[in-house]
């Protein structure tokens, strides 16, 4: 999907928590501020004798106007819970050391992240790494051994002290500019300036650093979002497996990501695995018996939102098949049984990311865990451990049976926070959309909801296109933010979106403004209809990203339905938007092209045709470092605006990107907003 964020989102985004503190007083309605305050968990790692699990938990601090990340212990039956570091420095990416006397980490309280180890039983965390450059990622060998860590290196640089040579360099340099002769020039929220992250090899007592990708113009992880699971060591120890896109000048219209297999010592050149397909490979998990490499692999090139699949190799040399063809579903990860006999992973499923056992020999799928946003998966003796939220509390973590008996609930971190802020019931309903087919659409109470009074609405559009807003916490749409506020939240998951089958979400591929406005429209009618407390005259939408365009596309193709409108990071201009966004694989795709060779295909759902219409009131949002529907997009909305005489404000984040990630300002967006929806939707304009 455009902004998955899947996995990554839960495991990198989670920014605030304890350290924000509200008074202990009875109970009120939800707010951006209890959003803010629940502590995340994230990152779970089990020891290897099964007993205890090590998570990171993010608190905020208010005061900087940041999240701080610690290492928290418990045992995996819930109890003994207890805080491990408490460095004012972020602590995270925990892992065990083989005896499971000790635990691994990266931090910053040395200045950029290294690796560092501190006893489980009690004492002071001690410095593994003192490496020139900061440490992106790290994986422990299987043995205990050896360390793969990624790290920003200047590819044509044979050390490190060149790379940091470089760097000074650049910094004491009085010319600002920089030239630059291909794309990308900058990707999500970051300039380029010519480094690559690769990876290494490093002995765990110390070892120089050995580069695995000398000379690569390449990435490991893949950016903006890949992380470690691009990454495994086959059981052995000896060698490593890894994803990356060796695309030259076509990266930023390639998603042909590849797997290498390389030994530890750098001794060969790496060997592309997968070479035959030319679509996205990655994840790489070897079976415990050493027997098996599964990956994920996509099948269609150029197509980011394609449907993963999972496939097995026989290691090291044998013959690869699909093993789940018929799995009408996008796996998002890879977990093998202890027995190597079962492949545990997630995926989007009718508003919900369920948990899933997949037989290795034929392919069988049942479900383990349908309910709830379930993450973080990993085995735990004869147990799954893992993380799971739902629309009415953030990630607890709990275990399972295989066969899916026998759920616990191990953390309750949140209990109090949770119970001190009332939140609206959900529930989720059908109606029929876009040709007949059937469409889903999630529904969320108003707080102290009374059904002899009427409430507003606030009509929530997804981002992606290729998302979903479904069972889900989520801290940055989270409906319940609308619900505490008085309002009713409408969550429509439109053709393109996931965990519908994929031919459900190929739909909108060239239809942007077809078959997603008819859901849209068909949704908001069979919402207003089947609960007689919304009031249909009361409703305003809101949408960021894809939803944001859609915001625009209302505005001029059913201009009289919405109080207002509220576009978060939203295109006006779509054939103006390919030339200036990064990863041009996603328009070309989903517009069948580019714009020269195929300008009917940007013009046809193309907003800024359509402005002529527009008469909603509009609060347009927009972030400075948003590389990937840039500012002018934003700012050209709220001209058009402004020039037609339209009410509208203009809310303009210099320093955030696609998201608002800090404090402050997540507090400010979440006002702003809540402002603009009571001026038009619940005061008619007046106050």
């Known amino acids: 999907m455009r902004f998955k ?90 892992s065990w050391a083989p005896d499971g006397q000790s635990i691994y980490f990266l931090s910053t309280r040395s200045g950029g992240a290294q690796i560092w180890r501190i006893p489980v039983g009690g004492g002071e965390a001690q410095q593994v790494t003192d490496l020139a450059l900061g440490v992106g990622n790290y994986l422990l060998s299987p043995d205990g051994k050896t360390f793969a860590i990624t790290m920003e290196v200047y590819p044509e640089c044979e050390s490190l002290e060149c790379t940091e040579e470089r760097l000074q360099a650049e910094k004491d340099r009085k010319a600002s500019g920089r030239i630059y002769d291909r794309v990308f020039i900058r990707h999500w929220d970051t300039w380029k300036d010519g480094r690559r992250s690769h990876l290494f090899t490093m002995a765990v007592d110390g070892d120089k650093p050995v580069d695995l990708m000398p000379g690569w113009d390449a990435d490991t992880p893949s950016k903006p979002f890949g992380g470690i699971e691009e990454v495994a060591f086959a059981p052995d120890s000896k060698s490593l497996v890894f994803t990356a896109r060796v695309a030259g000048r076509e990266e930023p219209w390639s998603t042909n990501f590849d797997l290498y297999h390389v030994p530890i010592d750098g001794s ?109 998966l990993t085995t735990a003796g004869n147990r799954l451990l893992f993380g799971m939220d739902h629309l009415k509390s953030p990630v607890e973590l709990y275990t399972v049976k295989p066969d899916g008996k026998d759920v616990r609930q191990i953390t309750d971190i949140n209990a109090e926070k949770v119970a001190r802020a009332r939140m609206g019931d959900a529930e989720q309903f059908t109606f ?96 207003l209809a089947r609960y007689d407390w919304m009031d249909g005259e009361r409703v305003s939408a809101l949408g960021a990203s894809f939803g944001g365009y859609m915001i625009n596309w209302i505005a001029g193709n059913w201009p009289d339905r919405f109080r207002a409108l509220v576009n978060h990071d939203g295109n006006l201009d779509e054939r103006a938007a390919y030339f200036a966004t990064e990863e041009l694989w996603f328009p070309e795709w989903d517009h069948r092209g580019n714009p020269w060779d195929n300008p009917e295909n940007f013009e046809k759902h193309n907003p800024v045709n359509y402005v002529k219409n527009w ?58 907003v809540i402002d603009w929806l009571d001026k038009w939707t619940k005061n008619g304009g007046t106050n």
């Not at 529904?443 to 929530?460: I, S, T």
């Open 5 to 94: 964020i899947v996995v990554l989102l839960m495991l990198v985004l989670g920014l605030f928590g304890s350290a924000y503190s509200q008074p202990a007083t009875a109970s009120h309605p939800f707010s951006v501020h209890d959003m803010l305050a629940m502590d995340r968990i994230g990152d779970p790692h089990v020891s290897p004798d099964g007993e205890w699990v090590v998570f990171t938990l993010r608190s905020t601090d208010l005061e900087a106007n940041r999240g701080r990340t610690d290492l928290w212990l418990i045992s995996i039956d819930g109890h003994g819970l207890r805080q491990l570091t408490s460095h004012p420095a972020s602590d995270f990416s925990p």
């Open 615 to 672: 008469k909603t009131p509009m609060l347009v949002i927009h972030g400075a470092l948003d590389y990937r529907v840039v500012e002018t997009q934003g700012i050209s909305t709220f001209t058009a605006l402004q020039r037609r005489g339209i009410p509208s404000k203009f809310l303009y984040f210099p320093d955030e990107n696609h998201w608002v990630l800090q404090p402050h300002n997540s507090i400010l967006w979440h006002e702003t």
């Open 268 to 376: 060969a050149d790496p060997k592309n695995l997968t070479e035959a397909n030319k679509a996205w490979d990655t994840a790489p998990s070897f079976s415990p018996d050493g027997k098996t490499l599964a990956y994920l692999a996509m099948a269609r090139p150029g197509y980011e939102s394609d449907r993963f699949r999972i496939m097995l190799r026989s290691w090291p040399d044998g013959e690869t098949r699909a093993l789940t063809e018929n799995w009408d579903r996008s796996p998002g990860g890879i977990v093998w049984s202890n027995d190597s006999k079962t492949i545990y992973t997630t995926a989007s499923n009718i508003g919900q990311s369920s948990l899933f056992a997949i037989n290795a020999q034929n392919g069988s799928v049942k479900t383990v865990v349908e309910k709830g946003y379930v993450g973080a």
């Open 432 to 527: 029929k959309g876009w040709n007949d087919e059937t469409v889903y659409c999630y529904v969320v109470k108003p707080v102290d909801f009374d059904p002899n009074k009427k409430y507003p609405v606030a009509f929530l559009i997804h981002g992606g296109p290729q998302g979903s807003f479904g069972n889900h916490f989520h801290y940055r749409w989270n409906p319940q933010a609308y619900t505490g506020a008085g309002y009713a939240a409408v969550m429509v998951d439109f053709h393109g979106s996931v965990g519908y089958g994929q031919a459900f979400t190929d739909a909108i591929g060239g239809d942007w403004g077809g078959k997603p406005l008819e859901d849209l429209q068909k949704g908001l009618a069979a919402a």
